[in-house]
Each structure stands twice: as C-alpha cells, then as structure tokens.
C-alpha cells in the first residue's frame, strides 16, 4: 500500500512559478512509475507528466511541455511538479498517483493510490 500526500498548491500568478510536493509512505513507493494529473471544474481528470522508477526518463502532456518539471527523490519518497511560467488554464486540483499497470503513462487507468490533491489557482 502507498499513501501520497500533496502540498504545495496556492495562488500563483500568470508567468510566476510554483512547486508542488507529492510525499508517498510505504516503502514500495520507490518501485512504482509516478505521475501528475490535473481536474479543473467540470472537466475530466487528464494527464500532466509523469516519471519512470529512476527518473531515466519523463512524460508531458503538450499543454505543459517546455514550462514544467517533473523530478523525484526516491531517499525521500517525494515526487515533485516544477510549474514555471503557469498560465490561467493551468487552474485546477492538481493529484499525484502511482502508475500500477502497464501501457501509456498518461492513462489515468493505469494509475491508483491516488492523493487528495491540491488545488492550484493561477491568476492573470
């Protein structure tokens, strides 16, 4: 079993920056793919990068490709989203997970041990 823990969420504004934190107890944390996934209001829960058990290599959604990071420390159990330059449509309740299955890392299918997310606010 993992339980993840998100923080870091808040108002930013447009073109600022902000980090968010995913912590993960459990010691199987580190056997697992992680992503971040994002729900805006009355919208479906879709996908914003994920990253490998060794961070060899990372996904993004084209959305956020090029403005943010995702890294992780796995001697701390923590996965992280580096927001840089967000922008007003990036506004949502931001989750982490643990991708649990096979296949495409941007489906949220293959992912469980959801957090309870933070929500992001970005202003113009």
């Known amino acids: 079993q993992v339980q993840l823990v998100e923080s870091g969420g808040g108002l930013v504004q447009a073109g600022g920056s902000l980090r968010l934190s995913c912590a993960a107890s459990g010691r199987t944390f580190i056997s697992y793919p992680a992503g971040w996934f994002r729900q805006a209001p009355g919208k479906e829960r879709e996908f914003v990068a994920a990253?490998?058990?060794?961070?060899?290599?990372?996904y993004y959604a084209d959305s956020v490709k090029g403005r943010f990071t995702i890294s992780r420390d796995n001697a701390k159990n923590t996965v992280y989203l580096q927001m840089n330059s967000p922008k007003p449509e990036d506004t949502a309740v931001y989750y982490c997970?643990?991708?649990?299955?096979?296949?495409?890392?941007?489906?949220?299918?293959?992912?469980?041990?959801w957090g309870q997310g933070t929500q992001v606010t970005v202003s113009s």
């Open positions: 997970a643990t991708k649990v299955s096979g296949g495409s890392f941007s489906y949220k299918s293959n992912y469980a041990y």
């Open positions: 990253i490998t058990r060794n961070s060899d290599r990372t």
